[in-house]
T-cell receptor, first 111, second 114 residues
Framework: DAKTTQPPSMDCAEGRAANLPCNHSTISGNEYVYWYRQIHSQGPQYIIHGLKNNETNEMASLIITEDRKSSTLILPHATLRDTAVYYCIVSPDNYGQNFVFGPGTRLSVLP | DAGVTQSPTHLIKTRGQHVTLRCSPI?????VSWYQQVLGQGPQFIFQYYEKEERGRGNFPDRFSARQFPNYSSELNVNALLLGDSALYLC?????????????FGSGTRLTVV
């Protein structure tokens, strides 16, 4: 079973920030938080990952709470092309460690 | 650079048949993982190979097998196909076999069993 809980769906207005929450209250000390997204009929696309500190890249920002029990993925200026299913995954960074995907959050960016 | 390439893109098979799916990782990536994604669900892990050795296996029956070749490409084989094997099969590659650099997924092979 997935170790994360995400809302099944969210809407966001185009041009606004999209804030996608993820609860991972049972996360272990050696587990990273990964975010992927899947646009219809394509493979999942890596967005960002982090361990403790907040992270930012060209796609998004990841805010992890101090107790590491939850995180938020922020898409600063959502576009229609950001409409996708977003998956939050916790996983240790070990060889052979697989990703356990939950159902994710279906984000709809509205014009 | 070419991404992860999978072939074929679509496939229709009959119950009881065998199928082989192929994956070429990104150049320089030594790890390949296979996932099954049933419609409406998240991907489920099947296998991971790193440097031609199996490093991880998900909860799938023995009808599913895989191997990795010296050039790091990989095959997923499924025997005695069932209707429930109909799914999108995804291949993901990584440089090190861990997630620290992020896994790159291919677009998948859509398998339909009739």
């Amino acid at each position: 079973d997935a170790k994360t809980t995400q809302p099944p769906s969210m809407d966001c207005a185009e041009g606004r920030a999209a804030n996608l929450p993820c609860n991972h209250s049972t996360i272990s000390g050696n587990e990273y938080v990964y975010w992927y997204r899947q646009i219809h009929s394509q493979g999942p696309q890596y967005i960002i990952h982090g361990l403790k500190n907040n992270e930012t890249n060209e796609m998004a920002s990841l805010i992890i709470t101090e107790d590491r029990k939850s995180s938020t993925l922020i898409l600063p200026h959502a576009t229609l092309r950001d409409t996708a299913v977003y998956y939050c995954i916790v996983s240790p960074d070990n060889y052979g460690q697989n990703f356990v995907f939950g159902p994710g959050t279906r984000l709809s960016v509205l014009p | 650079d070419a991404g992860v390439t999978q072939s074929p893109t679509h496939l229709i098979k009959t119950r009881g048949q065998h199928v082989t799916l192929r994956c070429s990782p990104i150049s320089g990536h030594k790890s390949v993982s296979w996932y099954q994604q049933v419609l409406g669900q998240g991907p489920q892990f099947i296998f991971q190979y790193y440097e031609k050795e199996e490093r991880g296996r998900g909860n799938f029956p023995d009808r599913f097998s895989a191997r990795q070749f010296p050039n790091y490409s990989s095959e997923l084989n499924v025997n005695a196909l069932l209707l429930g094997d109909s799914a999108l099969y995804l291949c993901a590659s990584s440089r090190t076999g861990t997630g620290n650099y992020g896994y790159t997924f291919g677009s998948g092979t859509r398998l339909t069993v009739v």
